[in-house]
């Protein structure tokens, strides 16, 4: 039996800030869980996890803590160098093989540009630049190898963001089967509405989430509902 396939969005989030720097969170996932059985059929089954976070951030670095119930242990820590370096590191502890990796970045900024590069287990070499073309429209692209499964691949992004700034809307697709489009629209100054689609053409394997963000006093709270299907072979 082949490894699982998952897809599991945030269905609540909960952000409560406790001073200045520094906050705790709670998140609720719900998605699906997919067994290959050896042939095309696949056998799903629904998957729910609790995810305790604590943050702490001030002007020059970052720190963040993720807890699961299920037993996997997450960090990240970002510190700004100078205006235009940063550095990021990842790690993530599980108890299952597969589920501990890092993950170490570079962001390089520019007045209409930005690049980075990542450095991660099991041998990951990835590169990503994004360039602004006019004050709204953004243009990017991404390429990575991965020396144990010998794999590469190439990514292609674009971001568009209203003159208003209240609506930004994405796109992103890759040589490995997988496209992403993201729309997210600011209603009042305290609410944003906000709706994903992730599309493996492939497997002809889709979900979509359409959720919503909103600040009540010191408790920020966002929910997310899932829809996942499998695409009909006539849409190929």
């Given amino acids: 039996m ?27 996932y719900m998605g699906n869980l997919d067994l290959s059985t050896g042939s095309k059929q696949m056998l799903k089954t629904s998957i729910g996890t609790y995810e305790f976070g604590a943050n702490v951030i001030n002007e020059k670095y970052m720190l963040l803590g993720r807890l699961s119930n299920d037993g996997r242990l997450s960090g990240r820590v970002k510190y700004d160098f100078t205006n235009w370096l940063s550095s990021k590191v990842q790690l993530q502890l ?26 991660g287990t099991p041998s990951f070499l990835g590169l990503n630049y994004f360039q602004s073309v ?6 990017g692209g991404e ?25 930004v809307s994405t796109a992103q697709v890759a040589s490995t089967g997988v496209m992403n489009l993201q729309y997210s629209h600011k209603v009042t100054d305290k609410v944003t509405l906000a709706t994903d689609l992730l599309w493996h053409w492939g497997t002809r394997d889709a979900c979509a ?11 920020r709270r966002a929910k997310e509902g ?3 299907a499998a695409v009909a072979a006539a849409v190929g």
């Avoid at 490894?3 to 906050?23: E, F, G, I, V």
């Avoid at 499964?149 to 700034?165: E, F, I, T, W, Y």
Wanted: charged share 15%; hydrophobic share 35%.
């Fill in 2 to 28: 082949s490894r699982p396939r998952q897809c599991a969005c945030p269905l609540l989030y909960l952000h409560q800030p406790l001073h200045n720097t520094n906050c705790r969170s709670h998140a609720l």
């Fill in 94 to 119: 599980g108890t299952e093989p597969g589920q501990s990796h890092a993950m170490a970045d570079a962001d390089f900024k520019g007045s209409d540009w930005n690049a980075q590069l990542k450095v």
């Fill in 134 to 139: 006019t004050p709204n429209l953004s243009a």
């Fill in 143 to 167: 390429l990575f190898w991965l020396q144990s499964n010998m794999k590469s691949g190439v990514g292609l992004a674009l971001r568009h963001q209203g003159d208003n700034g209240r609506h």
């Fill in 209 to 219: 989430t359409v959720g919503y963000d909103a600040i009540l006093r010191q408790v």
């Fill in 226 to 228: 899932v829809a996942r």
